[in-house]
């Protein structure tokens, strides 16, 4: 117990600023108090693959478009978010039952499912509570202070840092409750060492502002530390035909009234000819009522983001704008949710290879993320491999558009990178199409007359509501007391 205790003491203490140099369950536990920590981790991994996701992250992305009533996230009139600490409470509840089970596996878990609730929060808000967060129970802290988004960043990656650094030490570690990997720890330190660049590269913008020193520590990281092999590694949830166990879009009605696909994310498919147009989107009514093929790049069409929704309610009634796929809403175990897969890590590492982080081959990670992308689809896409298959594959990278060395910017190049990582997110990727965006311009946002793209979340009304004081030492050493969507944290301030 004491060598556990040891373990912890790092993320415990909630050093902020270190450098980092190189199952069945699906309810809640009826006691979650006396619980052992694997069935608060099958929980924890039920909630954490399923958060942020849905079509709302997709209207703001520009891949879907609402035609029967106006989705602020579309036109970009959001307010007040909420922060992720409900879903924390049940990761510490877990750090808490693995401290006093005395397993420490458990706690690098932990350590993990914080850093990815937490960097969503931070990019969603900018500074945070972090360090005094969740602390109600144990310390009487329910006012906690707000950490700038630059600590709460060093926080993240110290975490991650001491979750492998636990895994390393106990390699055959009885998982239990693990219903990704089952029970395999070594896949666990791959996912969160590739989450470990993920995090790193959303720092892209801060690279001489930021603690650790960014790309020095993405270099160790993605030279010595285990990463993600192949698919075969992805950190992805496979749903079950069995009731609490579909696929989320499973049976969803407004596929069938009024979510449409965005005119953005088809043209751009159209532009690429990318045939995962035929595994995402459908054929216009009009166009099969004119006896087009569903390999027919020109039997879809899209809705403008930017008009009003009863404008592209009209034109979807006259059967001129595509829908989802329905094997989204109509299969039940549709296709896996990735919190992250091997095509993912292979599109962050060309990135950082191109900005000159590692010494990578950028064409060929480039390549490499695009053949994972294609096969996850050949592999789920019921009835539609044939467009994905390995000559498919091989077809499209000797594309004009896709020969990565004949693109002669730095800037270009990560904007091919970012278009593939943007395609390969469609209900996968939650909201990393979006903060890429912020991060790069990539993919370019059609926006109604006179509105810009937002910066983050105005806070949660409960936090105007019981912790007033120290929101608003936040706002004022943020944006000079004014809580506005448009107001750049430090992540995006230019």
Known sequence: MKSLVRMMSGTVLFLLCGCVEEGNLRESPVNPRSAHPSQLLTQVIWEAFRAFQGTTPLYASRMLVLTDTESVHQYYKWSHGEFAFEALRNVQKMQEESLRFGEAVYMALAHFFRA??????????????????????????????????????????????EADRILTEIPDADLQGDIIYNGDTNKWRRLINAFRLKTLLMLSLRVTDACPDVPACFAAIATSAPLLRSPDDNGQLV????????????????????????STFVRLLQDHEDPRLFVF?????????????VDDFSAYEGGDPAAPYDLVNAKAAQGRVSKVNDRYYLNPTAEPLLILGFAEQQFILAEAAVRGWIKGDAANLYASGIHAAFRFYATYASGQA???????????????????????????????????????????????????????????????????VPCRWIYPLTEYQTNAENLSAALLRQFVGVDEIHRPTWLWHP
């Open 116 to 161: 990815y609730y937490f960097l969503h929060t931070t990019l969603s808000f900018g500074d945070i509570p972090y360090k005094e967060a969740l602390r109600g129970e144990i310390d009487g802290i329910d006012r906690p202070v707000y950490d700038t988004q630059k600590e709460v960043f060093a926080g993240i990656l110290a975490e991650l840092e």
């Open 239 to 262: 749903f079950l035909d069995r009731t609490g166990n579909r696929y989320p879009e499973f049976n969803a009605s407004r596929y069938n009234s009024g979510i449409y696909v965005d």
């Open 281 to 293: 989107c459908a054929p216009t009514k009009a166009a099969r009522e004119a006896g087009k093929e």
């Open 386 to 452: 044939d467009y994905l298959g390995e000559e498919a594959t091989d077809d499209y990278l000797l594309h004009p558009l896709h020969k990565f060395e004949s693109i002669p910017s730095e800037e270009g190049r990560i904007e091919a990178i970012i278009i593939q990582k943007y395609f390969q997110s469609f209900l996968q990727g939650k909201w990393t199409p979006f903060f890429d965006h912020l991060r790069t311009g990539y993919p370019v946002f059609r926006c109604p007359d006179g509105v810009n």
